[in-house]
């Protein structure tokens, strides 16, 4: 037997694909919600409550070691290394030193420049040189417990003479203790997420997610993790608006000198 093919209006058609979409994002929010259950069974570390730490100005000399691994496959990629080379109240220069081939934009030479502990004024962690102004706070010591603190910057990547606009939310979540290389610590844990409209034109939005753990007893953070994602900008025919995982880095504390 022949099944008549049901004629359907164009206003039906429009209708019928808009029930499809919004089937198919209840079927996401469900999926979200699965993820977030189980995500929610284990067990997170123990955190306590308390004060954000004193950031003290480092002394001449002090140096801190890093091993930097690619976050996916847990990959040593390289050793990264600073030294005070400038540390006073008009600001803190820490030399570079690299052996390997990062994943980030630290190079040997390079010279990392912060206003004061731990403002930055110009570094390569995120993939280039960039300078920020005002400076960036990686870390907001005046921010009370799991209070969210905006801070907006113009961000230069030398040469290029346009600046990117940041905005940059961070959050003290608390105290907890950690284990690297160089030893266990208690450790002020800040996590912080960058958004912009990256000057690459390649790229469009991005946002980069990004956790350090403060150790006062190091003056420095021990371990540091930097992930995110960027959007491929809307002029790129047959790809626009793809969200693309960008690289996820992490660096652990292997040595230190006070």
Not at 9 to 28: D, F
Not at 74 to 98: H, Q
Not at 166 to 175: D, E, K, M
Not at 231 to 258: F, H, K, N, S
Request: positive net charge; glycine residues 6%; contains cysteine.
């Amino acid at each position: 037997m022949m099944v008549k093919p049901i004629p359907v209006r164009r206003g039906q058609i429009s209708m019928i694909r808009n029930l499809l979409k919004r089937a198919s994002w209840v079927r996401h929010v469900a999926t979200l919600a699965v993820l977030a259950a189980v995500a929610g069974c284990a067990a997170p570390p123990a955190r306590l409550v308390g004060a954000p730490p004193v950031l003290q100005l480092p002394k001449l000399g002090q140096s801190w070691q890093f091993r930097e691994l690619d976050g996916f496959s847990d990959r040593e990629l390289a050793r990264v290394g600073f030294r005070v080379t400038r540390s006073d109240a008009d600001g803190v220069e820490l030399a570079v030193t690299v052996d390997g081939q990062p994943l980030s934009g630290l190079r040997e030479g390079q010279v990392e420049r912060y206003a004061r502990p731990w403002d930055v004024l110009e570094d390569a962690s995120y993939g280039r040189v960039r300078r920020y102004t005002p400076a960036m706070p990686l870390l907001r010591a005046d921010a009370p417990l799991e209070t969210r603190v905006d801070d907006r910057m113009r961000v230069e990547r030398p040469p290029k003479p346009r600046a990117e606009n940041w905005i940059a939310l961070s959050r003290f979540r608390g105290w907890e203790t950690v284990t690297v290389p160089a030893g266990t610590f208690r450790v002020a844990r800040y996590e912080r997420v960058m958004s912009y409209y990256d000057d690459d034109p390649f790229r469009w939005r991005t946002e980069r997610r990004e956790t350090l753990w403060y150790a006062p007893e190091v003056q420095h953070w021990v371990r540091r993790e930097l992930a995110g994602t960027w959007t491929r900008p809307p002029y790129q025919r047959g790809r626009r608006g793809e969200v693309l995982r960008d690289d996820w880095i992490v660096w652990e504390l292997t040595a230190y000198t006070p």
